[in-house]
């Protein structure tokens, strides 16, 4: 259903066409949660209905319930394990009459978790390619601005013209998609970041229709690419029904005046903290046009529930990110955790916690508690602070490539660092290669430490062809050259690109096709203490081994091999990634400065 608007018959005197919407829009059977709650919007549906039943087989209406908007109404559903995919009918009764259609589908999605060895490409739509200009502006949304000389404006990526992007991608090596959100956010301005969601069930119709967005999903099934979901817990759109009507009370946090968060998630474990800021930060808006959601409310708390298992069934998705973790209401994300991991238990789940020390990270994951229990892995903010220190700073005892080293000295607080979503930048930061002074010899460097590292890379758009703004959100989520049919460059193909961006676009295309078929991403990592300016460390698993050098001084280091006996003893042979080039072990190499060595052993 691409509208979810549904047409009722009136049994009486006369039939008419009353417009509906459902949330959700459909369900599935096949779900270990046999429970179904249905939000119905129409305009005095509280006024004209208070009884709802079925005799549809396996299906068994639990309760009709009114809200605080004479709009909406609840429906407790129990859907029997047995019951098979079909139509069913639901009768409305009171002053008026009415049969409601209701299409049950079949579970589908089986995910195929993120691994060390996969590559997630994170695109933001409306800058990455206009393929549909007609979609551009809609008659009846807030924002009609369409202007690409400004930075906060809707640029009219969509996508359609991911879809016609996608080889693109493909080719670079990525083996995994995830967008930003690209659900319906009509605000009206800002609106192209996609996070400030106003019906969490359509698809913004700028960046196209709910039919566009499958067949982007299936031609990346075609290309045996995994797909991630970008889902947003913590705030909602001001746009949106659950803001505008408030049908169900309490489900907006709010304070005698506006509120803003005051973003430090360590309140939540600081043992000093004040109770205030603990409550401003987690009820406080993310921004002003950011509703934040109390998901203590239960009705709040099944439909955002309902609403991620409709997203992963509709997108047959492997992953999910989640957008500012560490925000909501840490009981309910828990219970989120435990109802889709148990329903998908190969889904892969990683939070955004954007922090300052691994100790505050790790809080969200915490050890003690198991993989059915909690989140295990996050999008790790601590690597990409220490990797941007490694390349650009000089080392010393925790400085520069040390940092990096006692950053990952501390894995021990997580139960599974492999699946970390590790990054160099993203969305939210400085693009990468501003932050090295637009050094192209760091950034490789940079690109082939996270390409070797435990955890799954990701790469955000652009980075391959050396984007390099800094500053405002607006100007790092610029455009991807050549996606609009008026540029003038086409960053897409290889002429279009300058020869520096060629070089990094072949060095990370070459090392991600590498990294497919090498089995040591997936397996396990020992580091060596720095010496010297000179990091080591050796992917390994019961087949392959990778070892990894990086010369972080200013000039060329000569190291001895024999420190790495307990790694490399029973080997002979060492093949340079990037070279191709196959040599005997020696006793000694020599690094050149600020380089790195990608060397498989054997």
Partial sequence: ???????????????????????????????????????????DIALNFDVAQTNSKGVT???????????????????????????????????????????????????????GNDLVYLVMPDRFANGNPNNDVQKGMKETSHNRDSAFDRHGGDLQGIIERLDYIKNLGATALWLTPFQENDEPSQSYHGYAITDHYKVDPRFGTLDEYLKLRNETQKRNMKWVLDLVFNHIGDGHW??????????????????????????????????LDQKIFTEGWFDYHMPDLNNDEPVLAKYMIQNTIWWVETSQADGIRIDTYSY?????????????????????????????????????????KSRTENMQNVLDFQFCFAIDDAVKEPDGWTEGVSKLYYTLSQDYVYNDPYHHVIFLDNHDLDRFYSTINYDLKKMKVAVGIMFTMRGIPSLLYGTEVLMRKKGKHGLIREDM?????????????????????????????KLAQWRQHNSALNGKMMQFIPENGVYVYFRYSDTEKVMVIFNS???????????????LSEHTIYTNVMTGISEKLPQNLNIPASDLFILEIK
């Fill in 481 to 509: 050259k050549g996606g609009w049919k008026r540029d003038s460059v086409n960053k897409f193909t290889a002429q279009g690109r300058t020869d520096e961006e060629n070089e990094l676009w072949n060095y990370i295309s």
């Fill in 328 to 368: 909501p209401e840490q009981q309910f994300m828990q219970q989120l955790y435990r109802t889709i991991s148990k329903e998908y238990p190969n889904l892969s789940v990683f939070g955004e916690i954007w922090e300052h020390a691994v100790p505050l990270q790790s809080y969200f994951v915490p050890k003690e």
């Fill in 242 to 275: 659950l803001y505008t009507d408030k049908p169900f009370l309490n489900t907006i946090h709010a304070f005698d005046k506006y509120t803003q968060t005051n973003y430090r998630a360590n309140t939540l474990m600081d043992p000093y903290a004040s109770k």
């Fill in 1 to 43: 259903m691409n509208k979810f608007f549904i047409l009722f018959l009136v049994l009486g005197l006369q039939s008419f066409a009353q417009q509906t919407e459902i949330f959700p829009p459909n369900w599935f059977v096949g779900l270990q949660d046999t429970t179904l709650q249905l939000i119905i919007k129409q305009k």
């Fill in 61 to 115: 209406v639990q309760s009709f319930k009114q809200t605080a908007h004479k709009d909406y109404v609840l429906l407790d559903i129990s859907i029997n394990k047995q019951t098979e995919a079909k139509v069913i009918t639901l009768q409305l009764s009171g002053k008026k009459k009415q049969l409601l259609s209701y299409e049950l589908k079949s579970k589908q999605t089986k995910p195929q978790a993120l691994q």
């Fill in 553 to 567: 001084t200013k000039t060329t280091k000569d190291i001895q091999l024999n420190r790495f006996d307990e790694m």
